[in-house]
């Protein structure tokens, strides 16, 4: 295993790629009481369209049905997954972003036995017409609570009203609709095409030995086969770098309006080698500007444009990426055409050195408090380690960052064409 | 398992709470001002965190004093409120970077600790009223708020069993105040409720991080110089068993409709009874494994989550569902099985075991965080139980099935609360 510090915080940790392909990440913690673990795939409700492995023709297959897999991997033929792990007393837990589904556990004791059962009911999939059938009813209440908070439909609303083609527009969950079009045969293509290991990564970070631990996940690899990976040919269909509307209005039942405004990202500051950058800058500039200490933040709240604070979202990944700035607020038209506008005159009002030294110096605080969390430190380290990028870079990046270097990435960043508002409003003003 | 060394030192102001530990990157402070529930005080209190954080005399606007916290390298800050049993609770949190892991900062601890002086004791006032435009603003926000509520369901929901189940009880008491009593709140008075707050209210303070006591705790005590005088001590509520089952029905337009069930328990942190009555709450609907997760989601495909809770200081248990408006006969049919189930010893030796460990695992997940070892510790002086977490370990470890029944014969479902849809006929044994 290679040994890999982190010199700013006094940390390391170990990584070693095995010969199948999985990345293995261990963080040893001896202060903490507890580990936790992340077997991660990355794998997320955008990849729809694809060759599947050992195929040649790409094939399309319904909304959702990552996030679907990804419940359909805890039953198995003898039962419920979750058992295993609390007969131990560790709690384990799934989710499906964007661009990755994650299975992950937590425990205070028997670590080594519950990273094996993580890497066991992951690695063998078991699903059945019947068990598919029977998630339907589940799946359909989860969507329908999201369907009655407006933060949620409000969000969806924005990236739909960005994007036209790329299905990050698509709910993450599906809908009601496409999740019944969903077979237990699409499950296993979808499967045997993603999980392969080298398409995956495991993260251990706790209190552990991270020898032993290391040992029990190669041996543990080394007995499964797995077929020769032939890289997996993903499509995301054409996009362009300008919104596809300017302006969305979603009519449900609710007593506050919302509203967000979103900046689209050009697919040129996406590339990998700047990506870790540009997003670094973005966080430090939309911070500068819309969080409580911000000047538009402070503009917002006394001309009673937002309630309380702002909702401040930061997504970059390989094939899409936006900012976004949204809230509560009684007069939403306002809003959005006030936000739209202090989005577009940043570049012409450039923040002065004392700023640029003050948010840096709080960037970093806010990255060492990162490291308190097992369960932040895994899941960002994994994120960036998806995008080919090792996050330990953020720590060099900061301090050796420029006030020219940022007004040349804010240059770049905004035009009128790439921001959309999105309205979330009571039904009666319909 | 690591040592969690609490020191406590008393005088006649406050309750020093000094715990050291190495498990994290930032220190902890937090300020808990404490006082009997009281309905004629309570918007006000509700309103003052909203106040407190829009400027002092020293950093007179929001802006000012959230660039303070950006030059304190990005230390985090928030004032909130809420009910702790029948009291109601103001804290002040501050999280910074611990200055080992920032060279040029030697001075962080005090800075940092004078920031929280200035905020709670020097607030933006002429030192008989505070600022007339900030209350007026902050009376709109909170105003804002409170109309929020309905859109989260909920939360919403979850306020109304409480009301229909304590109705006429302290515990009944809004947190976030009441709409009805804005007019009647000014810059005085609000201001006299603040030093109530400051001069009266218990305060314990709490310091949580890696830190050499002999350097923190003498400038702990050089700026905290409050000349105070407390009168009032937190109170405990008096048990109250249900004589009939109420039910309540109201309609909105919604999607997914909410059963929520509201119990009894007559048991509360400080009885010997609480272990019990943690362990049945844990194999009836706390974790995966528990019977209402199994029965009403993974057997019968009702809902999403199903799940209890208990409230430790109030001697309540409730519980949440999302649902189908059709399917709340069958839902709270199946719900009150799982009980009656455990009520006549219908209990495995598995579920038993699963859930000692899982409470087990959940406390020690609970004490590698800093807010969760606040709790933990600040748990135990509102209940007037003190406790040693390894005796705690142990008392859980051998809690019987017996135990459970016994318990859970003494729980008593009280009201059942249904938030269904406009457009659906709703329950029918109305």
Partial sequence: MNKIEIPRINESMYHKQLENGLDVFLYPKPEVEKTFAIFSTKYGSIDQTFTPIGETEKVSVPDGIAHFLEHKMFEKEDGDVFQHFSERGASANAFTSFTQTAYLFSSTTAEEQNVETLLNFVQDPYFTEETVEKEKGIIEQEIKMYDDQADWRLFFGTIGSLYENHPVRIDIAGTVDSIYDITHEDLYTCYHTFYHPSNMSMFVIGNFDHEKMFDLIQQNQNEKNFKEPNGIDRFYGDEADTVYKSLEKIYMPVQTPKCMVAVKEKADNLAQDQLLKNDLVRDILIDLYFSKSGSYYEELYQEGLVIDKLRLELYLEESFGFSAIGGSTTKPQEFGERVKVMLLKIKDEPIDQTEFDRAKKKKYGELIREFNELEGTANTIIHYHHLGIDYREVFELLENLTLDEVNQIIDDWISEDRISICMVLPEDEQ | ?430
């Fill in chain 2, 1 to 430: 398992m690591q040592k969690l060394t609490h020191n406590e030192y008393s005088n006649d102001e406050y309750n020093l709470h000094l715990i050291q530990t190495k498990k994290f990157k930032t220190n902890t402070v937090a300020l808990k001002f404490a006082r009997p529930l009281e309905r004629d005080h309570i918007t006000k209190r509700a309103l003052l965190p909203f106040v407190l954080q829009k400027g002092t005399n020293e950093y007179p606007s929001e802006k000012e004093l959230r660039l303070k916290l950006d030059e304190l390298y990005g230390a985090k800050f928030s004032i909130n409120s809420g009910k702790k049993g029948e009291n109601h609770v103001i804290t002040f949190v501050l999280d910074f970077a611990n200055e080992k892991f920032i060279p040029e900062a030697s001075q962080l601890v005090h800075d940092c600790l004078s920031f929280l002086y200035e905020v709670a004791m020097n607030p933006k006032s002429n030192g008989q009223a505070f600022d007339e435009k900030i209350v007026t603003k902050e009376k709109e926000t909170l105003t804002n708020k409170i109309k929020s509520i309905v859109d989260e369901k909920m939360q919403y929901a979850n306020m109304r069993l409480i009301d229909e189940m304590c109705e006429g009880e302290k515990y009944s008491i809004h947190a976030h105040g009441y709409l009805e009593d804005m007019d009647d709140i000014n810059a005085e008075n609000l201001y006299g409720t603040y030093q109530q707050m400051v001069n009266e209210d218990a305060l314990d303070i709490f310091f949580v991080g890696d830190f050499d006591e002999g350097d923190v705790k003498p400038v702990i005590e050089d700026v905290f110089q409050f000349n105070r005088k407390p009168n009032v001590e937190v109170t405990k509520s008096e048990p109250k068993l249900p004589d009939k089952v109420e039910t309540v029905s109201e309609k909105q337009k919604l999607q997914q409709a909410k059963l929520h069930l509201g119990y009894r328990t007559g048991i509360t942190y400080g009885d010997p009874e609480y272990r019990s009555l943690q362990v049945f709450n844990g194999i009836f609907g706390s974790f995966p494994h528990s019977k209402l997760f199994l029965n009403v989601r993974e057997k019968h495909s009702l809902a999403y989550y199903a799940a209890s809770r208990i409230e430790s200081n109030k001697g309540l248990m409730l519980v949440f569902s999302g649902i189908a408006p059709e399917k709340y006969d069958q839902a709270k049919e199946i719900i009150m099985k799982q009980h009656e189930d455990i009520k006549n010893g219908n209990i495995t030796d598995d579920e038993l075991e699963q859930t000692k460990k899982a409470i087990t695992h959940q406390l020690k997940e609970t004490i590698d965080r800093a807010g969760g070892i606040v709790e933990y510790f600040y748990q135990q002086i509102v209940s007037g139980k003190t406790e040693d977490i390894e005796d705690t370990f142990k008392e859980i470890e051998n809690k019987t099935k017996d135990d459970v029944i016994k318990v859970a014969n003494q729980v008593k479902l009280d009201t059942i609360y249904f938030l269904t849809a406009e457009d659906h006929g709703g329950e029918d044994n109305e």
